[in-house]
């Protein structure tokens, strides 16, 4: 097993044999090419490991970026940043842990409707990219990819459609917003890809074990975008 095995298993979305096999070249080799593949699998499996909501995990690896990160070669800045990245997706998760359990009641349900949408597009064969991506005081609730494409999602969760379907939340204000958060994030990772926008809505109780989602695909939002859909 080489190092150049270990960025194909990466490209490739193998992150957990990716991880476990640069760990063992790790322990003998820590020249710049193998502590450059460590670095970013491990930054891979932390992403992966927050996911699975297994945060102790997540952690760990986020402590060992911080150790390793002054012997890993950074002439462009992308591994700091990185390592800044990591740091706020841990914050980001425990502060959502702390809502789901301690918050106000229509933030617990809003947590518990993402958590619901980012389960529904697993096991539909998305892969989460990102959750709760942040461009100044703009967010997307989920960036996910299936296949070839990358699919920026917003999540509205509802108790019930008495006083308005989730999806009338998404106003022309909202879209204005979300476009302009994902031209930053298409900017910002150089994304060079078909996106699409979709809406998710979660109708029901807090935590109840049948609520309604519904999955609105490619909803337009008019211009502005740097890449075409």
């Given amino acids: 097993m080489t190092?150049?095995?270990?960025?194909?298993?990466?490209?490739?979305g193998r992150i957990e044999e990716a991880y476990a096999a640069i760990r063992?070249?790790?322990?003998?080799?820590?020249?710049?090419?193998?502590?450059?593949?460590?670095?970013?699998?491990a930054y891979d499996m932390l992403k992966q490991r927050l996911h699975e909501d297994k945060v102790d995990e997540a952690v760990?690896?986020?402590?060992?970026?911080?150790?390793?990160?002054?012997?890993?070669?950074?002439?462009?800045?992308r591994a700091k940043n990185a390592l800044s990245r990591c740091k706020s997706l841990v914050d980001a998760k425990k502060h959502r842990q702390t809502l789901a359990e301690e918050g106000p009641e229509h933030m617990r349900m809003g947590v518990w409707g993402e958590e619901l949408a980012a389960a529904y597009l697993r096991e539909k064969g998305?892969?989460?990219?990102?959750?709760?991506?942040?461009?100044?005081?703009?967010?997307?609730d989920i960036i996910a990819r299936k296949n070839?494409?990358?699919?920026?999602v917003e999540v509205k969760t509802r108790h019930d459609r008495v006083v308005a379907d989730p999806l009338q939340a998404v106003n022309s204000k909202k879209l204005h917003n979300l476009r302009l958060a994902i031209n930053?994030?298409?900017?910002?990772?150089?994304?060079?890809a078909h996106v699409r926008f979709d809406?998710?809505?979660?109708?029901?109780?807090?935590?109840?074990?049948?609520?309604?989602?519904?999955?609105?695909?490619?909803?337009?939002?008019?211009?502005?975008f740097q890449r075409r859909y």
């Avoid at 190092?3 to 490739?12: A, G």
């Avoid at 892969?127 to 100044?136: A, F, N, P, T």
């Avoid at 070839?148 to 920026?152: L, Y």
């Fill in 3 to 12: 190092v150049r095995d270990v960025f194909e298993m990466r490209r490739q």
């Fill in 24 to 41: 063992l070249i790790y322990k003998e080799d820590k020249g710049a090419y193998a502590s450059i593949a460590m670095f970013w699998t």
């Fill in 60 to 77: 760990k690896i986020c402590l060992a970026l911080e150790r390793m990160m002054p012997n890993v070669p950074d002439h462009d800045g």
């Fill in 126 to 140: 998305y892969v989460i990219l990102e959750r709760d991506w942040h461009s100044g005081h703009r967010d997307i």
């Fill in 148 to 152: 070839d494409t990358i699919v920026f």
């Fill in 184 to 192: 930053h994030y298409i900017s910002y990772h150089h994304i060079d």
């Fill in 199 to 224: 809406v998710i809505t979660v109708v029901g109780q807090l935590a109840s074990s049948n609520p309604e989602i519904n999955h609105i695909e490619d909803i337009p939002l008019y211009t502005g």
